[in-house]
């Protein structure tokens, strides 16, 4: 068994609702990140749930 409980949950990416901070369309983001298709705007990724794939575990 290769894969770990922490990979296992990066499959499942839960999928969360909010206004847009600039138009107030409600849009759907995934881990708490979030791009408006009407405006365009996006939130900072370090607001995300969980940090981006290539930003986890790095070792020191
Ligand atoms: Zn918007």
Same mark, same amino acid.
Do not use: K, Q
């Given at each position: ?10 499959? $499942? ?6 206004? &847009?901070?600039? &138009? ?24 995300? $749930? ?11």
């Amino acid at each position: 068994m290769p894969s770990s409980p922490d990979e296992a949950a990066t499959e $499942h990416p839960e999928i969360t609702f909010i206004g &847009c901070s600039r &138009c107030g369309t409600l849009i759907a983001g995934l881990d708490g990140r979030y791009a408006c298709s009407g405006c365009g705007w996006v939130n900072e990724w370090t607001e995300g $749930h969980r940090p981006l794939p290539e930003a986890r575990r790095r070792r020191t």
